[in-house]
């Protein structure tokens, strides 16, 4: 079944990169570092990739 997601923002760069910095763990990281979240079952390097799964903890 086709899915289709639509998603708008503000951001000064291309879609593509955009999407690049997503699959960024440590993108990820960073911004949840005032909340005190972390992932917990990631793959250590290389990138999450389209379908992979992160577990975060508070």
Do not use: K
Not at 5 to 10: E, M
Not at 38 to 56: E, F, H, N
């Amino acid at each position: 079944m086709a899915r289709r997601l639509v998603v708008r923002t503000g951001a000064a760069v291309a879609a593509a990169e955009l999407f690049d910095i997503s699959l960024d763990i440590d993108v990820h990281v960073a911004s949840m570092e005032q909340s005190s979240e972390r992932p917990i079952s990631v793959a250590p390097c290389c990138g999450l990739r389209t379908m992979d799964a992160a577990v975060w903890r508070d």
